[in-house]
């Protein structure tokens, strides 16, 4: 059973901002520190910090020879089950790093040549460059780095959905960026039949597919060496009927050394241009999983499902907190992959009032990315969103109530007070009633729609 089955949350993985796994199956899915260095948003900024931070400290130490403490601190990047991916089958039994994994990988990195010609920079670079290190082991370190992070989400999000926690629990080892060393404290934790449980942000999982050694080979390295043969006339080019030069990659193979991992790096510090331009392109692919992660869903009955459930609950205070758990995973439907990480009743003005929904602004594209290109002043790293599950028009007292709320909402951009957008249910409905064609831009039409109203009054 899956994380919403077992606490009844009734409801899909679109509506869940959560990779909702079944903890006794692994789910085929990775932490790719590649992917999320490239996603432009809070958590991932944050857990990309720590990445970086622990990675620069591990080849600091590597580079002035204190090998012992080096293998102290890579030692805790063993195996971590707690978020279960990877390609196991049945139980998750990781086919990460386990204790004997990490000691063998750790000589492997002393002896190649990633480490002796500088070539390592990052800690996806281990899959391009050190031997036995692939998909399931990034994402193993990556996790056990990250940790204190996904400690963190999984409260959040324990928290927003009223998922039980139980304290006093060890928190396991995790990067602690500060102290630049591992830490463990005790803290409330996810169970489920003693076992610790994390949650993962689906906005920054990845098939993991992209930054690989055999990309970099295939059409980087052996492209390069085809032009070269090509440019030199070696004895490796071939004549076509047409009079036409050309070089396979096959006899470009043959030609070579073995092509493994340490021939790479040794290409690298001879080509460098290379391998930054296999980074620049392969960033340009990147793109998030799809709202339904793994198991594609009939959307069309589930924003049917949503819009009648809209419809039917009843206005007024008694149906306040199912109206706030509704909209929470409507929204997280229509807006991802441009918002992501919902909190709930997060504080502000030093906790004198609290913001019902705040998502982070996570888009590359679309409405809240080109905001801030219309208007500077209105940077929105977060959104936040007031739920209200009344009929008639919306009174708050920090506005000028004399005119509609619209006029009212134009008078509050240009007091230079910020941009406020009424959504209603009869949008929303309209955006789920698009969703199935037109994805995220069915609710961000709507958000263009208003805000062209409120930067243009009539």
């Known amino acids: 059973m899956k994380i919403s089955q077992i606490y009844k949350l009734n409801k899909t993985q679109y509506e869940l901002d959560f990779v909702d796994i079944d903890p006794e199956i692994d789910t085929p899915?990775?932490?790719?520190?590649?992917?999320?260095?490239?996603?432009?948003?809070?958590?991932?900024?944050?857990?990309?910090?720590s990445i970086r931070s622990y990675f620069e400290f591990l080849l600091a130490l590597l580079r002035n020879n204190d090998v012992k403490e080096?293998?102290?601190?890579?030692?805790?990047?063993?195996?971590?089950?707690?978020?279960?991916?990877?390609m196991s089958r049945g139980k998750p039994n990781g086919h990460g790093m386990g204790p004997k994994d990490t000691s063998l990988i750790f000589q492997q990195l002393l002896q190649s040549n990633a480490i002796k010609t500088g070539v390592m920079e990052d800690i996806e670079d281990f899959r391009i460059f050190v031997p036995n290190v692939d998909k399931d082991k990034v994402s193993d370190m990556t996790a056990n780095i990250i940790k204190i992070h996904l400690l963190e989400?999984?409260?959040?999000?324990?928290?927003?959905?009223?998922?039980p926690l139980t304290p006093n629990i060890p928190s396991g080892m995790y990067w602690n960026q500060k102290t630049k060393s591992w830490d463990n404290n005790y803290t409330e934790r996810l169970i489920l039949n003693n076992k610790p449980i994390l949650l993962v942000p689906k906005r920054i999982v990845s098939y993991s597919d992209k930054y690989t050694p055999t990309e970099y080979r295939q059409?980087?390295?052996?492209?390069?060496?085809?032009?070269?043969?090509?440019?030199?006339?070696?004895?490796?080019?071939?004549?076509?009927?047409?009079?036409?030069?050309y070089v396979t990659k096959k006899s470009v193979i043959d030609s070579e050394e073995t092509m493994d991992k340490d021939y790479l790096a040794k290409f690298t510090k001879q080509h460098p241009e290379i391998f930054k331009n296999f980074k620049e392109q392969t960033s340009t692919k990147l793109q998030p999983i799809d709202g339904y992660v793994t198991n594609p869903l009939d959307i069309t009955s589930i924003?049917?499902?949503?819009?009648?459930?809209?419809?039917t609950l009843s206005p007024g205070s008694s149906e306040a907190s199912n109206y706030h758990n509704l909209i929470i995973g409507i929204l997280e439907l229509l807006f991802y992959p441009n918002l992501s990480t919902p909190k709930k009743e997060t504080p502000i003005h030093e906790g004198r009032k609290r913001i019902d929904i705040t998502f982070n602004n996570?888009?590359?594209n679309g409405f809240f990315f080109n905001l801030p290109t219309k208007d500077s002043s209105l940077n929105c790293p977060f959104i936040f969103i007031e739920c209200k599950n009344y009929v008639g028009e919306v009174k708050n007292p920090e506005l000028d109530e004399s005119n509609s709320f619209m006029k009212r909402c134009s008078d509050t951009l240009n007091d230079g007070r910020g941009l406020i957008i009424p959504i209603t249910d009869i949008d929303l409905n309209r955006a789920l009633s698009e969703f199935p064609l037109k994805g995220t831009s069915a609710i961000e039409n709507i958000l263009n729609e208003k805000y062209q109203q409120i930067v243009f009054p009539k």
Do not use: W
């Open 153 to 163: 989400y999984t409260k959040e999000q324990c928290f927003l959905h009223n998922i």
């Open 362 to 364: 996570s888009s590359s």
């Open 70 to 86: 080096a293998e102290e601190l890579f030692s805790y990047l063993g195996e971590n089950n707690d978020i279960c991916f990877g």
């Open 29 to 49: 899915l990775f932490l790719d520190p590649y992917y999320i260095s490239k996603c432009d948003f809070d958590f991932a900024i944050t857990a990309d910090s």
């Open 219 to 245: 059409h980087f390295v052996l492209n390069y060496l085809q032009n070269e043969h090509l440019r030199l006339q070696t004895a490796l080019m071939r004549t076509r009927k047409d009079k036409s030069k």
């Open 303 to 311: 924003c049917k499902y949503l819009s009648d459930k809209l419809s």
